[in-house]
């Protein structure tokens, strides 16, 4: 069974970049399918961020795509997040995941790893 | 785009059947057949209960079950059970996006 684990730097301060990566086990990261990030403020709902696939081929969520950046690794069988200018909206649990495609749903998912943006 | 409209709380007792509602517009929900929902547990990662407006992945229990009417999706569980207790989420396909709606509590009485 595929598994996700989200990893990261800890607290980030605001303006700053945010970093992540998730890393991808019993499953190789080059077949074939999507591997998406989703966040979700304390509280609050969830937000598709967006995807990448094994190609590097990534679609964004149109109100972050300005600030989102995703690639993948296939050497080291994971993926990543780059958000950049943050603030404390950004503060969320982010969650990797991964889906067929544009059109499927997210199947597996990462436990999820709580970013803090504070000064 | 606006996420989609879930109420935000459901209540039922143990043994009814509820049903909660995702509302899109015709550019989303109406135009494609790509519903999905979530379930989540206080402090865990969603879990993939419904796909493809009334698929169930493998293991999903039948009590749960989905459909589409226009432009609204809904998600019925049928024999509500204290495990059911979370909160649940619809997703929708909308031109290479993912949109999500806000949520709704499920409260078992």
């Known amino acids: 069974q595929v598994q996700l684990q989200e990893s990261g730097p800890g607290p980030v301060k605001p303006s700053e970049a945010l970093a992540l990566t998730c890393i991808v086990s019993n499953y190789s990261i080059t077949n074939g399918v999507y591997w998406g990030w989703i966040r979700q403020p304390p509280g609050k709902g969830l937000e598709w961020i967006g995807s990448v696939d094994r190609g590097g081929f990534s679609y964004y969520n149109p109100s972050l795509k300005s600030r989102v950046t995703l690639s993948i690794d296939t050497s080291r069988n994971q993926f990543s997040l780059r958000l950049t200018s943050v603030t404390a909206a950004d503060t969320a649990v982010y969650y990797c995941?991964?889906?067929?495609?544009?059109?499927?749903?997210?199947?597996?998912w990462g436990p999820g790893t709580l970013v803090t943006v504070s000064s | 785009q606006s996420a989609l409209t879930q109420p935000a709380s459901v209540s039922g007792s143990p043994g009814q059947s509820i049903t909660i509602s995702c509302t899109g517009t015709?550019?989303?929900?109406?135009?494609?057949?790509?519903v999905s929902w979530y379930q989540q547990h206080p402090g865990k990662a969603p879990k993939l209960i419904i796909y493809?407006?009334?698929n169930r992945p493998s293991g999903v229990s039948s009590r749960f079950s989905g459909s589409k009417s226009g432009n609204t999706a809904s998600l019925t569980i049928s024999g509500l059970q204290a495990e059911d207790e979370a909160d649940y989420y619809c997703n929708s396909f909308v031109t290479n996006t993912k949109l999500f709606g806000g949520g709704t509590k499920v409260t078992v009485l």
């Open positions: 995941a991964s889906d067929q495609g544009p059109t499927s749903p997210f199947d597996y």
């Open positions: 493809d407006v009334n």
């Open positions: 015709s550019t989303d929900i109406g135009s494609y057949n790509y």
